[in-house]
């Protein structure tokens, strides 16, 4: 893994305006976001169309119900194997242990990146309870330092790993907004040259540039359809504060035993047995939960909010435990893949029981709020949380009950595990 040693940028000369240091980045930032978004929206195209095939094409031509209890096991079983096949055979064995990185990191060597890629499309088309964001943003970061220092050798190598992550939060998220959250709260506290703003300044022309690109060639959405909230009431603030620190709890489970289940499977040391056996034990989980519980999560967000009331509670209390504990496992067994969207799904399911046991919960509070408690617990990512939730309820009503419920979630889940590992296999506080 390449590793730089560039000392931090210094403050420019007196007679170097800001403008002058500025304006040499923007073409740098455009490149990089656009080519960050065409990764991310190839690999997504390239994994909906094997999707296609392996659950739908497939077993009609076999005769067999696609989402039937036998060919979800079957298909997760056979992903695990393609997945283990990846990581034991191809080159760079696709990247280290997911369960140790978290989102952005030290830039992968660039021969990684294939099979990071590959095992990533696999996982998402086979239906792993995972999302593409951590792979894609570890594959942009690798290479953009790479090309950036051949193209750029006297720009630090931190410029372009911020330039890549920004581009990639903004390609996966349609909007730049939430990269700029995420790179203000990354630079909190570190000193640098020039205002915050004159530093945000190129990851933000790199993050608008990405979302564009997708806005322009997918038209991405995070509206699910909730009702909108139009006039919240005290009775509102309640809800979001008790159903946010409920989520929150609810997703600390998953992380205080993410050692345990991660531990479980070293054990067996070979990819090949790891990985087929995670694939089934995720197979029978989606037997259990149904097709609802498979894949990363975003599209069955928007099923889920499209029958609201049309769901039992003991249906949602399964989807959001069943989910909970896939993406536990997906984590745990080494596939590659993200928590974010994953984790959007047990928040709205969890949101989802919330207002059908208290009907007088408004749908856009109760799932909102459980997403911002899910997000907190898993990520510890408070921008992206509160980004997330106010994005899923599309209603500017909803964000101050989210900042105020965010704060007796964060009180819960601040200290706590994360569903992230150092390299020992020890739980990140």
């Given at each position: 893994m390449a590793t730089d040693h560039a000392p931090p940028p210094s403050s420019p000369p007196a007679h170097e305006t800001p403008l002058r240091v500025l304006l040499p980045q923007v073409l740098p930032a455009l490149v990089v976001g656009v080519a960050a978004a065409l990764l991310f929206l190839g690999i997504s195209a390239l994994s909906e169309e094997f999707q296609g095939v392996l659950w739908h094409d497939l077993p009609d031509a076999l005769g067999i119900g696609g989402y039937s209890s036998l060919w979800i096991i079957t298909m997760l079983t056979a992903t695990g194997i393609a997945v283990g096949l990846v990581i034991w055979k191809v080159p760079g064995h696709a990247g280290p242990d997911p369960a140790s990185e978290g989102l952005g990191g030290a830039p992968l060597a660039p021969g990684v990146v294939p099979g990071l890629l590959l095992a990533s499309a696999l996982g998402l088309a086979g239906g792993v309870s995972l999302g593409p964001e951590n792979p894609i943003i570890a594959s942009n970061i690798a290479l953009a330092y790479w090309l950036g220092r051949k193209a750029a050798p006297a720009l630090p190598g931190a410029v372009w790993v911020s330039l890549a992550t920004a581009a990639t939060i903004g390609a996966l998220f349609g909007t730049p907004v939430a990269a700029a959250l995420v790179i203000s709260e990354a630079l909190t506290g570190r000193p640098g040259p020039g205002s915050l703003w004159d530093r945000l300044f190129a990851p933000l022309v790199a993050a608008g540039a990405g979302a564009m690109t997708t806005q322009l060639l997918a038209e991405p959405s995070f509206d699910v359809g909730l009702p909108p909230l139009t006039d919240p009431g005290w009775g509102d603030l309640l809800a979001a504060l008790v159903i946010a620190s409920a989520a929150a709890v609810f997703g600390l489970a998953a992380c205080y035993l993410f050692p345990y289940v991660h531990a479980a499977f070293q054990r067996l040391r070979h990819p090949m047995v790891m990985l087929p056996l995670g694939g089934l034990v995720l197979g029978l989980l989606g037997a259990l939960g149904g097709p609802l519980t498979l894949f990363k999560g975003l599209e069955?967000?928007?099923?889920?909010?499209?029958?609201?009331?049309?769901?039992?509670?003991?249906?949602?209390?399964?989807?959001?435990?069943?989910?909970?504990?896939?993406?536990?496992?997906?984590?745990?067994?080494?596939?590659?893949?993200?928590?974010?969207?994953?984790?959007?799904?047990?928040?709205?399911?969890?949101?989802?029981?919330?207002?059908?046991?208290?009907?007088?919960?408004?749908?856009?509070?109760?799932?909102?709020s459980a997403v911002l408690g899910v997000l907190l617990a898993t990520t510890r990512q408070g921008w992206i949380s509160l980004f997330t939730g106010a994005a899923l309820a599309a209603s500017p009503a909803m964000l101050a009950l989210l900042c105020l419920a965010s704060l007796p979630a964060w009180l819960i889940v601040t200290g706590r595990p994360q569903l992230e590992l150092d390299k020992h296999g020890h739980a990140l506080r």
């Amino acid at each position: 893994m390449a590793t730089d040693h560039a000392p931090p940028p210094s403050s420019p000369p007196a007679h170097e305006t800001p403008l002058r240091v500025l304006l040499p980045q923007v073409l740098p930032a455009l490149v990089v976001g656009v080519a960050a978004a065409l990764l991310f929206l190839g690999i997504s195209a390239l994994s909906e169309e094997f999707q296609g095939v392996l659950w739908h094409d497939l077993p009609d031509a076999l005769g067999i119900g696609g989402y039937s209890s036998l060919w979800i096991i079957t298909m997760l079983t056979a992903t695990g194997i393609a997945v283990g096949l990846v990581i034991w055979k191809v080159p760079g064995h696709a990247g280290p242990d997911p369960a140790s990185e978290g989102l952005g990191g030290a830039p992968l060597a660039p021969g990684v990146v294939p099979g990071l890629l590959l095992a990533s499309a696999l996982g998402l088309a086979g239906g792993v309870s995972l999302g593409p964001e951590n792979p894609i943003i570890a594959s942009n970061i690798a290479l953009a330092y790479w090309l950036g220092r051949k193209a750029a050798p006297a720009l630090p190598g931190a410029v372009w790993v911020s330039l890549a992550t920004a581009a990639t939060i903004g390609a996966l998220f349609g909007t730049p907004v939430a990269a700029a959250l995420v790179i203000s709260e990354a630079l909190t506290g570190r000193p640098g040259p020039g205002s915050l703003w004159d530093r945000l300044f190129a990851p933000l022309v790199a993050a608008g540039a990405g979302a564009m690109t997708t806005q322009l060639l997918a038209e991405p959405s995070f509206d699910v359809g909730l009702p909108p909230l139009t006039d919240p009431g005290w009775g509102d603030l309640l809800a979001a504060l008790v159903i946010a620190s409920a989520a929150a709890v609810f997703g600390l489970a998953a992380c205080y035993l993410f050692p345990y289940v991660h531990a479980a499977f070293q054990r067996l040391r070979h990819p090949m047995v790891m990985l087929p056996l995670g694939g089934l034990v995720l197979g029978l989980l989606g037997a259990l939960g149904g097709p609802l519980t498979l894949f990363k999560g975003l599209e069955e967000v928007k099923e889920l909010t499209s029958s609201i009331g049309g769901w039992s509670s003991g249906e949602l209390a399964k989807f959001a435990a069943v989910k909970l504990l896939a993406l536990l496992v997906a984590a745990s067994c080494g596939f590659r893949g993200g928590r974010i969207f994953p984790a959007v799904f047990i928040g709205a399911a969890f949101g989802l029981l919330a207002q059908a046991l208290i009907p007088e919960v408004h749908p856009a509070v109760a799932v909102s709020s459980a997403v911002l408690g899910v997000l907190l617990a898993t990520t510890r990512q408070g921008w992206i949380s509160l980004f997330t939730g106010a994005a899923l309820a599309a209603s500017p009503a909803m964000l101050a009950l989210l900042c105020l419920a965010s704060l007796p979630a964060w009180l819960i889940v601040t200290g706590r595990p994360q569903l992230e590992l150092d390299k020992h296999g020890h739980a990140l506080r």
